[in-house]
């Protein structure tokens, strides 16, 4: 198993969490394709989106993979008129994190982070462990609690 920045910062910790790896597809980055990979249902497969408001500037929303994030409801709930997404160009620069292997734990410097309300209805969830081809399998709260997150409805119904 790689020992990412992620796993080494939740083994400090002390959060117990389980690795999963699955097959990277350059063609198919898609999130539904991880967890059909992984097995789990999509709705329990988070991905990591980094977005930027006028005043926080960038922020950290975590969203079930089928999902889209509702640019309104992510900025309402950062406090911010509006949010857009971080260009692509900037996320690895900002976050030390490339597409497909973001993750709300270990990045550069610690950004607000907002995990979407459905996560909490799960034992368990997983998100990117640092790099594509991994995730970490944990419960919702000791994400919530280890990275500071707050729970909001952040996608379009």
């Known amino acids: 198993m790689t020992k990412t920045n992620v796993i080494r910062q939740l083994e400090k910790a002390g959060i117990p969490f389980r690795t999963a790896e699955y097959e990277v597809d350059e063609a198919d980055l898609s999130g539904v394709h991880v967890a059909r990979q992984l097995g789990q249902p999509c709705e329990q497969v988070f991905k990591t989106l980094v977005l930027r408001g006028p005043k926080l500037g960038p922020f950290v929303c975590c969203i079930p993979v089928a999902e889209e994030v509702d640019l309104k409801k992510a900025a309402e709930a950062a406090g911010e008129k509006k ?28 950004y607000p982070i907002w995990l979407d309300e459905t996560a909490e209805l799960y034992g368990e969830i997983a998100v990117s462990a640092g790099v594509r081809g991994m995730q970490v399998i944990l419960a919702p709260q000791d994400l919530i609690r280890f990275t500071g997150a707050k729970v909001a409805d952040l996608t379009i119904v």
């Open 83 to 110: 949010a857009e997404m971080l260009p692509l160009k900037e996320l690895l620069p900002t976050t030390g994190y490339i597409r497909g292997g973001c993750s709300p734990v270990g990045m550069k410097k610690k």
